[in-house]
């Protein structure tokens, strides 16, 4: 099993390095940084002097080293575009995103997991079957418009809720903002939320659904009717509990691929989160800021792979097996 | 299709062939499930349309001498306050009729997703081939390459891609180049799906006695592949291709929703989304409504006929 967690260990640490060998080689090779910094007028000695305070005039492997070195640190330079930090830019607009992606991934679930329920237990009802074929529209949905169509009702129409932006926000610490303490905020966050989760959420509600079905025919569920016990009791503490494995290993697999989508989720809302910080950076060409977003998202996918692997050890005791000694089948 | 008519042996056979196509258990199945028929039906329309969409359109959105600003705004199936004209989905804030736009920006959104599944096919096919044929070194390397790039969403990818693509082609050029980048960036990152499929059913092909014949009598690695794997391994890439397609148009939409696709002078159904969300809020939804219905129309009966073609073409479900 050591053996296992080291390999994962090391496949991960590989993955970034060649995730950062893609960021390094798309600032080193991608546009010339300094045409894009500089305006119209510029001297040569403007742009010798650019070039030295970026390390553009160092060999290439003096530079990749650099990048790393600086990388490990956060560090990832200059924006082209803003002339600051790309690592205060981040910092700064981190905790939007990671809120959005919270409170989306906890609508994901605990709505996923209630309907998922529903439509096992009453699955021959009406409204079950039209929950089931309205998922199928859902997924079938861009979430681009998902989240047109729900500013169109709710903001448009109705006037309940903001369309863009992140309301009011408060300090946390002096480094972290949040949008949890004002009526404004909260507000602010139901509509990107649900355009996030809702994907996610169509996905576990059929999962839970098909794990349901399938634990509701076993033996013991018959038992646990037949020894009397109330319809509740069967159905959440014998049933879901029995469902809730895969459930919870294709919820943190799903965690990233909502870090990735927040991008689209933000580029409709305005959500100053680091997804639009990504979108903008591509149509300026910034590059500093596309790399440092790239390795900050790779770190955030190959950890979660990483945990949500070693969780199968923790929750599934067939495969602490050693593979290399015993053959299981 | 020459004008020249058949000569009546040849349109026997033609007629025999199609016969023989109506009667086999492929177009049995599709008559029989009406849902297949229905989305066959709306993609062959769009598909029509927007292949003859500069004999269809009332007007030519891209040409400014047709375009006149007084037909600004104009709701659809009413007459313009000014000029009179009428426009079947009313027009834009620069008087370009919606309905025209539509069919010009579906050309760009079915050739996109067109080329870009065939970019992926071809790369992922041609890898999966190779990985199962040689094995060994070769094998690893692309397949780990393919489990790399499968850890990130393919729409991450494909930004990427379209922002490195970017940042290499000189800012005069990018408008021009948009759509071919477009193309590379979904069709890299739309491969792995290909190369994995093919990879395991040309593990399960290359063992089996024909191939070890082909061995036999001498024909190349290259051939062998080609000619005798590869028209044994198509069935399921035909269904991750109908698949595919739809995700490509989406994806196209998406990134050029995102202003990272299509550019204004060439919208796509994605950039008339992006444009029509800008009026929304002031009431002129017919700008916004029309194109995004097309474009799920276009996604949804796409999905809905792979759907059933997966069914259709697997031997396990009949």
Known sequence: MLAYIIRRV????LVLLVVGLVAFSMFRFVGDPVDNMLGQERTQADIERLRETLGLDQPFPVQYWRFLEQAAQGNFGLSYRQGREVGDILLERLPATLELAFVSGIFAMVAGIGLGVFTAIRRRGVAANAIMTLSLVGV??????????????FSVELGWLPSFGRGAVTSVGGWWTTGFLTESGLKALILPAITLGLYQMTLIMRLVRTEMLEVLRQDYIRFARA???RERAINFHHALKNTLVPVITITGLQLGSIIAFAIITETVFQWPGVGLLFINAIQF???PVMAAYLMLISVMFVGINLIVDLLYFAIDPRLRVDRTSGKTT | MSDTPLSPVREARAMRRLKRAWDSDFAYSFRRAPVAVISFLVVLTL?????FAPLIAPHDPFDPATLNLMNGFTPPGEAN????EFFLMGTDDQGRDVFSTILFGMRISLFVGFAAVLLAMVIGVTLGLVAAYIGGWTETIIMRIADVQLTFPAILVAMLIFGIAKGITPPEYRDQMAIWVLILAIGLSDWVQFARVVRGATLVEKNKEYVQAARMIGRSGPGIMLRHILPNVLNPVLVIATISLALAIIAEATLSFLGVGAPPTKPSLGTLIRIGQEF????????LFFPAVTLLALALSINLLGDWLRDALNPRLR
């Open chain 2, 47 to 51: 598909v029509l349309a927007a292949v």
């Open chain 1, 140 to 153: 079938s949905l861009p979430t681009f418009l998902i989240g047109i169509l729900l500013i169109y009702l």
């Open chain 2, 280 to 287: 929304m809020f002031s009431g002129e939804w017919w700008i």
């Open chain 1, 10 to 13: 090391a496949q991960s640490i």
């Open chain 2, 81 to 84: 306050a000014f000029t009179g």
């Open chain 1, 227 to 229: 020894r009397g016990l």
């Open chain 1, 285 to 287: 060409v910034d590059i």
